[in-house]
Nanobody
Framework: QVQLVESGGGLVQAGGSLRLSCAASGRMFRLYGMGWFRQAPGNERKFVGAISASGVSTHYVDSVKGRVTISRDNAKNTVYLQMNSLNPEDTAVYYC????????????????????WGQGTQVTVSS
């Protein structure tokens, strides 16, 4: 069982930056692939990016490439989402998610493939 807790959300002006954190419980964090998703009001939850268990590989949705970086510190059981050049369209609740990495799960962009989810953290970007 993995418990995830996001933090770092808040209100930021357009053009600003935020770094979200996702702290995970459990000693096997290093075996989990991690993803970040976001959900704006009235919309479905959408993929932002993912990072492999080792942290070597990442995958991002095209709309955030160049503005977003996902990293992780397995010694601290934490994954990060650094977001730059924020715009109002980035306003959403941001969720981190985890699943054991395997031959059938790697850098997935599909929410249904993740087994564990955090409660989310609100990011609001003002124009």
């Amino acid at each position: 069982q993995v418990q995830l807790v996001e933090s770092g959300g808040g209100l930021v002006q357009a053009g600003g930056s935020l770094r979200l954190s996702c702290a995970a419980s459990g000693r096997m964090f290093r075996l989990y692939g991690m993803g970040w998703f976001r959900q704006a009001p009235g919309n479905e939850r959408k993929f932002v990016g993912a990072i492999s268990a080792s942290g070597v590989s990442t995958h991002y949705v095209d709309s955030v490439k160049g503005r977003v970086t996902i990293s992780r510190d397995n010694a601290k059981n934490t994954v990060y989402l650094q977001m730059n050049s924020l715009n109002p369209e980035d306003t959403a609740v941001y969720y981190c998610a985890a699943a054991l990495e395997s031959s059938s799960f790697y850098l997935s962009s599909n929410a249904y493939e993740y087994d564990y989810w955090g409660q989310g953290t609100q990011v609001t970007v003002s124009s």
